[in-house]
């Protein structure tokens, strides 16, 4: 059975850092590419970021270029979001999603993460 | 940016209703196009993959169709535990896209 379980949420100010971490098992992690997807509260679906299954290609929205970034551990199964400069519209559940060829087929249950001062 | 424009935004429907969702995308996604449902307080589930297949373990009563830049979702008789917001998801072009989502609610 796919599983994939965030970690790392919480509460943070703006302007601070924060790591998300996503464990990864029930398929051949090495084999998938990855991808963050978070949700604001009340709001719809937003697309964050993507890497590709060895990590050589990565792909983020606009609004998070050069303040997040998205990375993996193969040997540990593991997805990761540095998130910097955090804002307060970054504010949102962050899911954890495995991308193939039929898009984001499996979902994490998602974490909380709330920019505030 | 593709625009993935959902409609209507609220639906009502009696149980065994045949309902129909709706979604535009502003430009031709070449049938790159997923629905997930996502019921209260839980992560989305894939429901159907670009256009038409049905993802392992949904219900037959769950149908797509589409191409170019029309795509619908089809419940053929509308369940109590259909009640959900419906997103529909552009996988073409980068950014990948979803969009606002319908509320599916039971009359």
């Known amino acids: 059975e796919v599983q994939l379980v965030e970690s790392g949420g919480g509460l943070v100010q703006p302007g601070r850092s924060m790591k998300l971490s996503c464990a990864a098992s029930g398929f051949t992690f090495s084999n998938y590419g990855m991808a963050w997807v978070r949700q604001a509260p009340t709001k719809g679906l937003e697309w964050v970021a993507t890497?590709?299954?060895?990590?050589?290609?990565?792909y983020y929205r606009d609004s998070v270029k050069g303040r997040f970034t998205i990375s993996r551990d193969n040997a540990k199964s593991t997805l990761y979001l540095q998130m910097n400069s955090l804002r307060s519209e970054d504010t949102a559940t962050y899911y954890c999603?495995?991308?193939?060829?039929?898009?984001?087929?499996?979902w994490g249950q998602g974490v909380m993460v709330t920019v505030s001062s | 940016d593709i625009q993935m424009t959902q409609s209507p935004s609220v639906l009502s429907a009696s149980v065994g209703d045949r309902v129909t969702l709706n979604c535009k995308a502003s430009?031709?996604?070449?049938?790159?196009l997923n629905w997930y449902q996502q019921k209260l307080g839980e992560a989305p589930k894939l429901l159907i993959y670009?256009?038409?297949n049905l993802q392992t373990g949904i219900p037959s009563r769950f149908s797509g169709s589409g191409s170019g830049t029309d795509y619908t979702l089809t419940i053929s008789s509308l369940q109590p535990e259909d009640v959900a917001t419906y997103f529909c998801f552009q996988h073409n072009s980068w950014p990948l896209t979803f969009g606002s989502g319908t509320k599916l609610e039971i009359k």
């Open positions: 430009q031709n996604i070449n049938k790159y």
């Open positions: 890497i590709s299954y060895d990590g050589s290609s990565t």
């Open positions: 999603t495995r991308e193939g060829r039929r898009g984001f087929d499996y």
């Open positions: 670009n256009t038409n």
